[in-house]
Every structure is written in structure tokens, then in C-alpha cells.
């Protein structure tokens, strides 16, 4: 139980263009996803927290109107890259949270989006 | 603000090794404390979770225990297998941040049969 699936897993796009990365929990609903970044060889940063039915709140450093985070869902928080650039390039990874029967919160983790803007 | 350090990888063991990796933390508060394992083409997974201090974790032989005194949270395995091939992070979850964690940097451990 508690899968996290991610779409796509790899995507290449064009400078200039946006691209829109899915995260679903499949087996359990969440109320609270997170977005995380992680460079080659490098810890995964937190880009932001998302929770069902209101807005995202972004770690600082990450530029809000580039990286539109949409939670409409207890299943589904999609992560929109807007206006891409060669830096943006990178592995994107989200996490659904879920309060098993022993009580407390585990993260559950995607398999990441591998993103390379051309 | 709170922060992972990792020993530096790759790692490289033989079959049947003993395997040490180091975690150290650094935490305002009592923060809680975890291992996760990344398999080549899945996601990450919890490995096991200390609370507070001097508590143990251990799952599929991995153990580490919560040391206050040094900030440390070493992740050990008696005997490697060719299967515990993986990335493996430390992380800690301050208790006051909603379940926010701050990762380590990874550490890539290779086992050779």
C-alpha cells in the first residue's frame, strides 16, 4: 500500500514552454503533498508544501510564479514548470503524506520526473 | 536552520561486508530522524526512524541509533548483500515544521558479489 506515482517520468522540452508534472497517491488519499528538487550528486531540496484545497506555501528561494503548485485533489498535486530554461533542467520528486493506523505521519515518495529543457 | 551531512560516496563493498555509513545533524529543537533507501528506477523509501534519543531503528538488518550527545545517526549492516545496492539518505524532521524533512546528500552504495 501507499503508492505515489509520478507523469511523466521524463520529459524534454523547449526553452520557453511550460511543463506540467502529475503526482498522484494511488491507494490512499493525502492531504498534504511535497515537492522536492534534487541536482545530480546533491541532497533533495524542498520546493514547497502542498495541501488539498489552498494555496502552496514555497520554501524560500523558490519563485512562486515559475513553479505553479495545484492541489485540487486528496489524490493529485500537479507541479507546472512556466516559461522553462536550461537551468530548470533537473529531477523533480514529490511525496504524499499519510497518518497510518499506529498514528503519526509517513512520507511516501514518487519515483521522480527527470525534466531537461533544451 | 537544521541541516544533514553524509560521508561522501560512492561506497564500494564486497559481499558479506560490515557497512557504516555517517550521519550527522544539526537541530534547534528534537528533531526525529530517518533513513531512506533508493533502488535504481523507484522511488524513495522509509528505512527505518528513530523519535528520540537512544532509540533504535532497524529494519531488513539495517540499524541506527539516535545519538544525542554526538548529533549522530549512523546507519550499520552486518553483512551486505548484493541487493542492498542503493542510494541511501539521512534525514531529520524538525517536530515543530509539519513533517517538513531535510535530506543528506545521498550516499551511493555499491555491493560486488
Known amino acids: 500500500g501507499a503508492v505515489v506515482s509520478q507523469h511523466p517520468s521524463w520529459v524534454i522540452c523547449k526553452s520557453g514552454t511550460s511543463v506540467k508534472i502529475e503526482c498522484r497517491s494511488l491507494?490512499?488519499?493525502?492531504?498534504?503533498m511535497f515537492w522536492y528538487r534534487q541536482f545530480p550528486k546533491q541532497s533533495l531540496m524542498l520546493m514547497a508544501t502542498s495541501n488539498e484545497g489552498s494555496k502552496a506555501t514555497y520554501e524560500q528561494g523558490v519563485e512562486k510564479d515559475k513553479f505553479l503548485i495545484n492541489h485540487a485533489s486528496l489524490t493529485l498535486s500537479t507541479l507546472t514548470v512556466t516559461s522553462a530554461h536550461p537551468e530548470d533542467s533537473s529531477f523533480y520528486i514529490c511525496s504524499a503524506s499519510y497518518s497510518g493506523r499506529a498514528g503519526g505521519y509517513e512520507q511516501y515518495f514518487g519515483p521522480g520526473t527527470r525534466l531537461t529543457v533544451t | 536552520g537544521d541541516s544533514v551531512t553524509q560521508m561522501e560516496g560512492p561506497v564500494t563493498l564486497s559481499e558479506e561486508a560490515f557497512l557504516t555509513i555517517n550521519c550527522t545533524y544539526t537541530?534547534?529543537?528534537?528533531?526525529?530522524l530517518f533513513w531512506y533507501v533508493q533502488y535504481p528506477g523507484e522511488g524513495l523509501q522509509l528505512l527505518l526512524k528513530?523519535?528520540?534519543?537512544?532509540d533504535k531503528g532497524s529494519n531488513k538488518g539495517f540499524e541506527a541509533t539516535y545519538r544525542k550527545e554526538t548529533t549522530s545517526f549512523h546507519l550499520e549492516k552486518g553483512s551486505v548483500q548484493v541487493s542492498d545496492s542503493a542510494v541511501y539518505f539521512c534525514?531529520?524532521?524538525?517536530?515543530?515544521?509539519?513533517?517538513?524533512?531535510?535530506f543528506g546528500q545521498g550516499t551511493r552504495l555499491t555491493i560486488n558479489p
Open positions: 528513530a523519535t528520540k534519543a537512544d
Open positions: 534525514a531529520l524532521s524538525d517536530q515543530g515544521t509539519a513533517q517538513k524533512l531535510v
Open positions: 491507494d490512499f488519499q493525502a492531504t498534504t
Open positions: 537541530a534547534t529543537g528534537y528533531p526525529s
